[in-house]
């Protein structure tokens, strides 16, 4: 008995690295901290290994479409999961909602006490950051709470894009810009504390759904099927709502 156990055991330690893999993830910007929070997690439990690679959603999408080797895809949206399953490059019914975004604006040095319409429409605002809405959802949903808020056109010339929400962030934390909208997991106590913010209405832009999507070259990758099975855990829900987001309702 005592050998066949040793057998076993020895069996077993040769064959368990083998089942070990990587997968490669490719998330949008601002969710890039969270997810090396939730993978920490995932390696602690898991022989699997995370690799991260962080860009615009509109980046991620158009190297996606040009082969980069990911098998999971983390966006901003849910236009570009959506245009990979039409397009035969993620696995038809993977794709789920993660996270809900929150858009914030942001006013460091700013101790503003009234409504953030005036804060923004002071004439003495020289630049205002937004992420780029032509790649980034984050600068979608900001151009579309400026128009509902009346102030898209008059802030025209003063628009300092970021590629990402997290580079709009950078512009606001250098002053490069005097204010913008970031993103509610950005907003950590250190920075609620350098001035004024405000949580914009979710009735102001359309809701920033965030999706995943398994990609078609992690079907068959046992890391990237745990990981993503993983992400739509109890356990992974609870974090990503710790870290400033929302969640779609199940």
Same mark, same amino acid.
């Given at each position: 008995?005592?050998r066949?156990?040793?057998?076993?055991?020895?069996?077993?330690? =040769?064959?368990?690295?083998?089942?070990?893999? =990587?997968?490669?993830?490719a @998330? !949008?910007?601002? +969710?890039?901290q969270p997810l090396?929070?939730?993978?920490?997690?995932f390696?602690k439990? #898991?022989?699997?290994k %995370?690799? $991260?690679? @962080?860009?615009? @959603?509109?980046?991620?999408?158009?190297?996606? /479409? *040009?082969?980069?080797?990911?098998?999971?895809?983390?966006s901003a949206? &849910? /236009?570009?999961?959506?245009?990979?399953?039409?397009?035969?490059?993620?696995?038809?019914?993977?794709? +789920?909602?993660?996270?809900?975004?929150?858009?914030?604006?942001?006013?460091?040095?700013q101790?503003?006490q009234?409504? !953030?319409?005036?804060?923004?429409?002071q004439?003495?605002?020289?630049?205002?950051? $937004?992420?780029?809405? /032509?790649?980034?959802?984050?600068?979608?949903?900001?151009?579309? @709470?400026? /128009?509902?808020?009346?102030?898209?056109? &008059?802030?025209?010339?003063?628009?300092?894009?970021?590629?990402?929400?997290?580079?709009?962030? &950078?512009?606001?934390?250098?002053?490069?810009?005097e204010m913008?909208?970031?993103?509610h997991? &950005?907003? #950590?106590?250190?920075?609620?504390?350098?001035?004024?913010?405000?949580?914009?209405?979710?009735?102001? *832009?359309?809701?920033?759904?965030?999706?995943? %999507?398994?990609?078609?070259?992690?079907?068959?990758?046992?890391?990237?099927?745990?990981f *993503?099975?993983?992400?739509?855990?109890?356990?992974?829900?609870?974090? $990503?709502?710790?870290?400033?987001?929302?969640?779609?309702?199940?």
């Amino acid at each position: 008995m005592m050998r066949l156990l040793l057998f076993t055991a020895l069996i077993f330690a =040769t064959v368990r690295p083998g089942l070990a893999a =990587t997968v490669q993830v490719a @998330t !949008a910007s601002n +969710f890039s901290q969270p997810l090396r929070l939730l993978a920490q997690a995932f390696e602690k439990e #898991s022989e699997h290994k %995370v690799r $991260i690679s @962080t860009a615009s @959603t509109g980046k991620l999408y158009a190297q996606i /479409k *040009h082969g980069a080797p990911y098998h999971l895809f983390l966006s901003a949206d &849910q /236009k570009r999961p959506e245009k990979l399953e039409q397009e035969g490059l993620a696995v038809p019914g993977s794709r +789920f909602t993660y996270a809900m975004g929150q858009l914030v604006l942001w006013a460091p040095r700013q101790q503003f006490q009234g409504e !953030a319409k005036a804060l923004i429409s002071q004439a003495d605002l020289r630049r205002f950051s $937004i992420a780029n809405p /032509k790649i980034a959802p984050y600068g979608v949903a900001a151009r579309q @709470t400026l /128009k509902a808020m009346g102030l898209w056109e &008059q802030l025209q010339g003063r628009l300092v894009r970021g590629e990402n929400i997290a580079q709009t962030f &950078q512009f606001v934390a250098s002053r490069a810009a005097e204010m913008g909208f970031i993103a509610h997991s &950005q907003l #950590s106590e250190e920075v609620k504390s350098t001035g004024y913010h405000w949580m914009v209405p979710q009735a102001l *832009h359309d809701p920033i759904r965030q999706d995943a %999507v398994l990609l078609k070259r992690g079907a068959e990758n046992p890391a990237a099927k745990t990981f *993503h099975a993983f992400l739509q855990s109890e356990r992974a829900r609870a974090l $990503i709502s710790a870290l400033g987001y929302g969640l779609d309702s199940r």
